[in-house]
């Protein structure tokens, strides 16, 4: 945004500039005519318009200096907003790929949730309805995991050792007994790799 002000400040400075050049060179050019023409016969004058139209002529070489001074700021900056404007079309080519590819991978994540949550459903159909709901309770104390693996003498959900004390008792449940873990009270899901 700066280097596209930068250019239209330096457009409008030239335009400006070359304007002023236009009306100096008119000016030298109808001084130039009336001395050519011999209207002004008085020396005294003669020497006046002499000295005007060198006057105009050293002023309209110090406005052409100008002129290109200017030309050769607007092309800098000119060089300056293509560059920039390539370099930003460059970035948001980046963030379009960056953005399609993120909701692509949204759109798989939702599919994913709706087909667990399809899976839950039909598993949670199977479980009786006191052990979903202390399930649920769990899950909504320890952020999202309302059971564990008991996974070589360990809880997956705390990642502590169980006390041997515990995976006595744990030994003599009956398969289908509720066990919890004493540290972070989550249901401990027994597997044949739980060490027991």
Request: with cysteine.
């Amino acid at each position: 945004m700066a280097a596209q002000t930068e250019e239209s400040d330096t457009a409008r400075e030239q335009t400006k500039a070359e304007q002023d050049v236009d009306q100096v060179r008119q000016r030298a050019t109808r001084d130039q005519q009336r001395l050519d023409s011999g209207a002004v016969t008085s020396p005294k004058d003669l020497e006046n318009l002499q000295r005007e139209i060198a006057s105009l002529a050293k002023r309209q070489g110090d406005l052409e200096d100008i002129v290109l001074e200017v030309m050769e700021r607007r092309e800098s900056a000119q060089e300056r907003t293509a560059e920039l404007t390539e370099r930003v079309s460059s970035v948001q080519s980046k963030i379009d790929d960056a953005t399609a590819r993120r909701d692509a991978a949204f759109e798989k994540l939702d599919g994913e949730a709706a087909t667990a949550t399809k899976e839950r459903e039909v598993v949670a159909a199977s479980v009786p309805a006191d052990l979903l709901k202390l399930y649920d309770r769990l899950r909504e104390q320890q952020g999202g995991i309302g059971a564990a693996k008991l996974y070589a003498r360990s809880c997956q959900g705390c990642r502590q050792e169980l006390a041997l004390t515990e995976l006595a008792e744990i030994r003599k449940a009956a398969p289908d007994t509720v066990i919890r873990c004493e540290n972070c009270r989550r249901i401990l899901v027994r597997t044949s790799e739980s060490g027991l």
